[in-house]
């Protein structure tokens, strides 16, 4: 049986990439049967970025909403809150001496961040040891991981081998998987969706602001009734990311018989995400209004992943010479 955990960024409320993308592929990969499921809300990490504690409760509580309303099943996942394992954070301090420094400024996403963000602070550039301490503290076998990613886990691979060459095995090495993200889902200006871009979808908020996103989305100025190729419509691409094959051919015939013009198209996408996404907009919005039910789910999911926890804990620190 392999250990499956992975981590959520918690930067604000899911949008309709994250969910096409992320969500709903890691929910329908946690009822393979075989599979032991862990995963969290990365909290901690969003403290490099976000210094308001509201907002980081509201994150926190929007992205549990999101995932919990697209039916992830805490019967068979561990679903926890990061810094409610504060032992991560022990964790991560043994790993970092057990790293070069040199090798840490190697780091990508350091790189990146450190030209985009105006606060470049000491967090961000020892994220991946958090990362690691994420994943070397709960035995992980594998996680799956968006390409941005993999240079992290090659970190985490190389930071439990040193350890455990030093101290013998106390570590799993876990795997990256990389995820099949073929197709990306585009935002309203037709650049992929980004919370970075404001060109998102976000399906959680009211109709009324639902739709001025829906009608936002750039589209060319080709009249009503001249024929319009589907392939290159944005508002197409989207609506066909979630639609059934039979609206979709409906839709695509429509096109390139010139018999719909943008605004209606824009109206049949908004219908289209209102009536497939019924169920988890209802309980998102639930979910949010009755916070503690959301909280009463993450703490029961904490306790679990404490015990999984102190047990590696407790197996580092023996190795180390800290135990009592
Ligand atoms: P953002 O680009 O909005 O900051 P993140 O980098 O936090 O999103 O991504 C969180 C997860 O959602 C990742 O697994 C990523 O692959 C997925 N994801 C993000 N944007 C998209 C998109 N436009 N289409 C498909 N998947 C996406
Ligand atoms: N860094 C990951 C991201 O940006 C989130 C994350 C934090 C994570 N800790 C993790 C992912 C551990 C997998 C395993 O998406």
Request: net charge positive.
């Amino acid at each position: 049986m392999a250990r499956v955990l992975t981590g959520i960024q918690s930067t604000g409320v899911p949008h309709l990439g994250n969910i096409l993308g992320a969500i709903i592929p890691a929910i329908n990969r946690s009822k393979i049967k075989g599979n032991e499921s862990f995963l969290f809300i990365a909290d901690l990490h969003s403290l490099t970025q976000i210094k308001n504690s509201d907002q980081l409760k509201r994150n926190t509580l929007n992205t549990a909403a999101a995932w919990l309303s697209f039916g992830l099943d805490t019967k068979h996942t561990v679903f926890y809150r990061q810094s409610d394992i504060p032992e991560v954070a022990e964790l991560a301090w043994y790993l970092s001496c057990f790293y070069p420094y040199q090798r840490l400024t190697l780091s990508h996403s350091f790189k990146d961040k450190s030209q985009n963000l105006k606060d470049i602070n000491s967090g961000l550039f020892y994220y991946p040891v958090l990362m690691a301490a994420d994943i070397l503290l709960y035995d992980a076998n594998i996680v799956p991981v968006g390409k941005d990613q993999l240079q992290h886990l090659e970190i985490t691979r190389s930071i439990a081998s040193r350890f455990n060459n030093h101290f013998g095995d106390t570590f799993v090495t876990p795997k990256a998987e990389l995820e099949k993200n073929s197709s990306y889902v585009i935002g309203t200006d037709g650049n992929k969706m980004s919370k970075s871009k404001d060109n998102i979808i976000n399906i959680f908020q009211n109709d009324n602001l639902l739709m001025k996103q829906v009608m936002r989305i750039k589209t060319e100025s080709t009249a009503i009734d001249e024929p319009k190729n589907p392939k290159n419509c944005n508002v197409f691409k989207i609506f066909s990311m979630i639609a059934s094959e039979k609206d979709i051919n409906i839709l695509k015939k429509r096109y390139y018989s010139g018999d719909v013009g943008f605004g209606e198209a824009k109206k049949i996408l908004l219908d289209e995400i209102k009536d497939k996404f019924k169920t988890e907009r209802d309980k998102f919005n639930f979910l949010v209004s009755n916070p503690e039910l959301v909280e009463k789910k993450l703490e029961s999911g904490s306790k679990k992943a404490k015990h999984f926890a102190n047990k590696v804990l407790k197996r580092v620190r023996l190795k180390l010479g800290y135990d009592k």
